[in-house]
């Protein structure tokens, strides 16, 4: 589960917020960033940190569908034994070249 709102998110990422700019500068004293490695003035983009967060918790929300059943039989199963498969005819035709026996891979 997301949290509600940009601060919630970030410090559940365990970030320091820091205000920047100064209250008599032009710039938005109201605005965050996030201190890494020294110094440094990095906004946050909400967006990338969703994303983030998204990925790095995919194991909480990954439902087994019919759709994504499927693509793990294509890309789990389909694809590796297309590869063995076009492995297995090429030495077969090398071997066959070399006028030597075909072998038994498995």
Known sequence: RFPQTIPDFLWSLNVVLQPTGH????T???????KMGGNTG?????HVENWAHMREH???????TPKNLAKIAIFGI????LVY???VSEFDKQNEKMGKAKKTYL
């Open 42 to 46: 990095v906004k946050p983009n909400i």
């Open 28 to 34: 938005n004293p109201l605005q965050k960033s996030i």
């Open 58 to 64: 995919v194991e909480l929300s990954f439902r087994f």
């Open 23 to 26: 209250p008599n500068s032009k």
């Open 78 to 81: 389909g694809v590796p034994l």
């Open 85 to 87: 498969s076009t492995c």
